[in-house]
């Protein structure tokens, strides 16, 4: 069970390379939430039941909910365009994020290690290097954002890997979440909002050499 | 002690943000001055003792804290000068938010100093991004707001950067058997750890940790923050926060170096060196605005810093007191910036010149800090540089070595170019009736900081060199 919620997983990641709408991405965003919380409550069967609970509240309410909605409210407040506007067209993102997901499988069979599950380590480095590809490729404030949201979602399965030996790194990744979420999308995003009317990276350029 | 000093600094930093009462505000931080220097004294006698489970200071985060301590008093004076004067829209509540971030900042950057736990390292790490770009943000413009942006983005992936790299650390501790992450016991356990996820640990968590010491590949946060925050914040970006960075990446280092994959660890840290000068170099032969020549300064330094580490032998022992020495110097330019401004209104070098005229104290202050961060004798980074050089050269890294020194004289010609057009180019166009007077006194506390960095070079005492050497022993 808990490889067909994480290989979906990993199919979102094909979908968001060639979302074209804001709005499928922040979907994508909750539906990712969504199967985080349900791959916490199988995997995670050795760790205490507060800790479980606070976890698992984590993931509902904090990645599957709180964020998208937050996001959904910059995008309107700041009437962003709905598009997505990507550097390169969708048919060769869908094919790098393909080869990102294919050599992280080719990577992850070379690593004789019986202490790693496998399906983890896979599904948690194509969606930290979909993540970065995301933030690459993307023209829009707001779509850097949600690639770093993307990408602390695949540290967080890389962190549930190692989350029954170790419940202190999935309490720690939980800080990482909320901590760095909310000083980006809080206090700044809030203002980028205010300062600039269409949040597009090149207002962002003056500083250079 | 430690406990004591978290929750006072804290405290202090707290009322700091939401005081407005200008007396009070002054008082506060006087008091967390006297804290800092009792801290340093306290944890100096308490060397290598553990304390709350996860901190230890040992010989290095002392001499850091002392250092950064030392750095601190001016900084937080000049700030004060800097509020006074500099800006007329400042607010009972911006000085507030201004003092309160950089309390902030001193303290959890002394905090990562005397972690012993790599976890609590990571933790107070983050605390740096938050109060820096609290200071970044000072004068909430668009400018500062990209400046700030950017940081905090650059920052954000740094920091999941180490965190996957502890992920995988903690994933070669299942062979040793072990699930105490604390620094001391990776050290006993190191040669059990498996070598495949400590390389892959290794690379992810210096990479993260570039972004505060300012290497090639994640530097570029750092020099737009070190731009846009006001100068003193400039100052503390350029040392404090830099040598937190430096601890995290040299303690993770001291793990790998007592295992077999440590040729490969300086193979890495000697790529990103060599890169982090390179780029230093492109940078200071070309560059216009005199802010950010002074952190592209940092970021060469930074880079001899790491081939010091990686040469291994005398090389570690001059990169320890080529950071200490940096964090003394590097302050005193950007402190020394203000009153450039105040004189000439512009960052640019084509708005700039004759400065000698104008301001006899600091421009000849300047032109000995120029001589210092050059490395050019009687400074004291010279002996450091030299002790670097000569343990590349005992490892028999001639080719490094060599281009090593072309860049370095690139460096000097560019930063020269500029330093000097600033303090002897005659300028037509400047209104000389607008300049302001400034005092002599306003340059005294960086007379003092270079003073200091060439007698703890030319002439050390004995307690510094215990402590230095002290500190290369963590290395294997």
Known sequence: ?209 | MIGIFITVAFTISGCLFFNRNKLINYTLLVLFIALLIVFSYVEYNHLNIRELGFFKPDALGVLLLIASCIVSIPVIIHGYRYIEKHNLDETPKSRGVFFGAMVLLISACSVVYLSGHIAVTWIFIEITTLSASTLIYHHRNLRALEGVWKYVFICAISITFVYIGILFLSLSLKDAGIDDMSFASLYANAGKLNPFWLKLAFLFIFTGFTAKLGLVPMYTAGIDAKDKAPAPAGALLASVLMNAGFVSIYRVYAVISRTPLEHWANTIMIIAALLSIFVATVYMTRIKNIKRMFAYSGIEHMGLVMLGLAAGGIGVYAAILHIILHTLIKPTLFLQFNQIYWVYQSKSIYDVGNYFKYNKVGAILLFLAFISATAMPPSGLFISEFLIFQSLFQAHYIIILLVVLILLTMIIWGFGLNIFKLLFTPHPTIDETRIPHISPWESFSQYLLLGLAVYLAYNPPVQFVTLLQAAVKLIK
Request: cysteine-free.
């Open chain 1, 1 to 209: 069970m808990t490889d067909i919620l994480l290989i979906a997983l990993a199919m979102s990641l094909l979908y968001i390379s060639i979302a074209n709408r804001l709005y499928t991405y922040l979907t994508i965003l909750v539906f990712q939430g969504f199967i985080l919380f349900g791959v916490t409550y199988l995997t995670l069967t050795k760790i205490s039941t507060i800790n479980l609970m606070l976890i698992m509240l984590e993931t509902i309410v904090f990645k599957a909910l709180a964020v998208p909605l937050f996001v959904n409210y910059v995008i309107k407040r700041n009437g962003i365009t709905r598009e997505a506007e990507p550097y390169l067209p969708n048919f060769v993102s869908l094919i790098i994020v393909t080869f990102i997901t294919v050599s992280t499988i080719i990577l992850s069979s070379s690593i004789k290690d019986v202490n790693l599950d496998k399906t983890f380590f896979v599904v948690a480095l194509s969606t930290i290097f979909t993540g970065l590809y995301l933030i690459v490729t993307r023209k829009k404030i707001i779509t850097h954002v949600i690639g770093y949201l993307i990408i602390e979602n695949g540290v967080f399965v890389l962190s549930l890997a190692v989350g029954n030996e170790m419940p202190m790194l999935v309490n720690l990744g939980i800080m990482l979440d909320i901590f760095a979420s909310v000083l980006i999308l809080g206090v700044f995003f809030n203002r980028i909002g205010d300062l600039l009317k269409d949040p597009d990276i090149h207002h962002l350029s003056n500083l250079k050499d």
